[in-house]
T-cell receptor, first 116, second 109 residues
Framework: NAGVMQNPRHLVRRRGQEARLRCSPM?????VYWYRQLPEEGLKFMVY????????ESGMPKERFSAEFPKEGPSILRIQQVVRGDSAAYFC??????????????FGPGTRLTVT | QKEVEQDPGPLSVPEGAIVSLNCTYS??????FMWYRQYSRKGPELLMY????GNKEDGRFTAQVDKSSKYISLFIRDSQPSDSATYLC?????????FGQGTELSVKP
């Protein structure tokens, strides 16, 4: 049973470019979460999605960041006009059940974004 | 005050020792409690999860939750060098997990 898959594993972008990070949840999981881990900081929640719906985006920066989880295909975290402060590890997690019920989140290996 | 507080360590113990890792939290509405292990430059790996006060055991690991004190613990028995990693507590509300800072553990042979 394949785990959560993320690609690319490493991504280098120059300031002002766009970054697209992809996440495929575990088989049977329809809930996806994105977290960011900045150097020397803990994991911070960004957004929670179900298929075609954003459930909670309270942790997303107001500008330049967006996320989607289409009916078909992986979840995408998109960062427009990247800045050096966006350099971080971005982790995706998935769960079988959603909010309000018992729900264990399983994490992918992460995408390490470096902005030069 | 942070919603979840965790001593970042580092914590160094000899092989075979019992390790105690702890977190405190401030919001009594939190619903569920998890412990993750993260090796350097890897994704967090789920170790334990629980939803109520009390103890839960899985092999060498025991998770303990005290909701009245807003305090959670992870105990590792017979620690091994392969347990050397960063341990993260995570507390859930709705679909969101709020993580502690992580405790860096080193088990010396």
């Amino acid at each position: 049973n394949a785990g959560v898959m993320q690609n690319p594993r490493h991504l280098v972008r120059r300031r002002g470019q766009e970054a697209r990070l992809r996440c495929s949840p575990m088989k049977g999981h329809s809930h996806v979460y994105w977290y960011r881990q900045l150097p020397e900081e803990g994991l911070k929640f960004m957004v929670y999605l179900q298929k075609e719906n954003i459930i909670d985006e309270s942790g997303m920066p107001k500008e330049r960041f967006s996320a989607e989880f289409p009916k078909e295909g992986p979840s995408i975290l998109r960062i427009q006009q990247v800045v050096r402060g966006d350099s971080a590890a971005y982790f995706c997690a998935s769960s079988r059940l959603g909010r309000g019920t018992s729900s264990e989140q399983y994490f992918g290996p992460g995408t390490r974004l470096t902005v030069t | 005050q942070k919603e979840v507080e965790q001593d970042p360590g580092p914590l160094s113990v000899p092989e075979g020792a019992i390790v105690s890792l702890n977190c405190t939290y401030s919001n009594s509405a939190f619903q569920y409690f998890m412990w993750y292990r993260q090796y350097s430059r890897k994704g967090p790996e789920l170790l334990m999860y629980t939803y109520s006060s009390g103890n839960k055991e899985d092999g060498r690991f025991t998770a303990q939750v005290d909701k009245s004190s807003k305090y959670i613990s992870l105990f590792i028995r017979d620690s091994q060098p392969s347990d050397s990693a960063t341990y993260l507590c995570a507390i859930g509300l709705g679909g969101k997990l709020i993580f502690g800072q992580g405790t860096e553990l080193s088990v010396k042979p």
